[in-house]
T-cell receptor, first 113, second 109 residues
């Protein structure tokens, strides 16, 4: 089955701890993205990567970090510097940036207390 | 950056009714997608439609790129159509999607 997987589905952490969210795709897509969704809002871009070993900040990158060591994987780390980390995080991928259709994973709900 | 406005923000319909959702955007785009977000949060791709008209069953969409708007039509609505519908665009100079705030649709029996 081709698609995008995210794990875990739910994640609970104490304030001050870093946490890493997993995103894997087997669609042979070059571009991958991380978005954040807050209640009642649309999605906002955190980071994107158009190719392995390269990534760019999105609109709300502060307090987050990413890596892209493999084409299939684009993990997101939520650091203790992120002031309001509780949110729904969605990963997406596409054949290339921008103009190509994007497909989304099922998301990870992060709660930090 | 590019602005995306969706209307109406909320919509309640009785089963069997038709509806039109609108998406206005502020700049030229090379990608426009409509999504349905189900109660579990999954974003389901409905249409990839930077221009023109497409139909898929009871759903259809039209994008008039020169006038910077897109419409999503839902006919003979069913309770399973409930959820949030998002329009998202990529500007000609951008690399990722910019989302509207969505239209929350509730279809009652």
């Amino acid at each position: 089955d081709g698609g995008i997987t995210q794990s875990p589905k739910y994640l609970f952490r104490k304030e001050g701890q870093n946490v890493t969210l997993s995103c894997e795709q087997n669609l042979n897509h070059d571009a991958m993205y991380w978005y954040r969704q807050d209640p009642g809002q649309g999605l906002r871009l955190i980071y994107y990567s158009q190719i392995v070993n390269d990534f760019q900040k999105g609109d709300i990158a502060e307090g987050y970090s990413v890596s892209r060591e493999k084409k299939e994987s684009f993990p997101l780390t939520v650091t203790s510097a992120q002031k309001n980390p509780t949110a729904f995080y969605l990963c997406a991928s596409s054949y290339a940036g921008g103009r190509h259709e994007q497909y989304f994973g099922p998301g990870t709900r992060l709660t930090v207390t | 950056g590019i602005q995306v406005e969706q209307s109406p923000p909320d919509l309640i319909l009785q089963e069997g009714a038709n509806s039109t959702l609108r998406c206005n955007f502020s700049d030229s785009v090379n990608n426009l997608q409509w999504f349905h977000q189900n109660p579990w949060g999954q974003l389901i791709n409905l249409f990839y439609i930077p221009s023109g008209t497409k139909q898929n069953g009871r759903l259809s969409a039209t994008t008039v790129a020169t006038e910077r708007y897109s419409l999503l039509y839902i006919s003979s609505s069913q309770t399973t159509d409930s959820g949030v519908y998002f329009c998202a665009v990529n500007s000609n100079s951008g690399y990722a999607l910019n989302f509207g705030k969505g239209t929350s649709l509730l279809v009652t029996p």
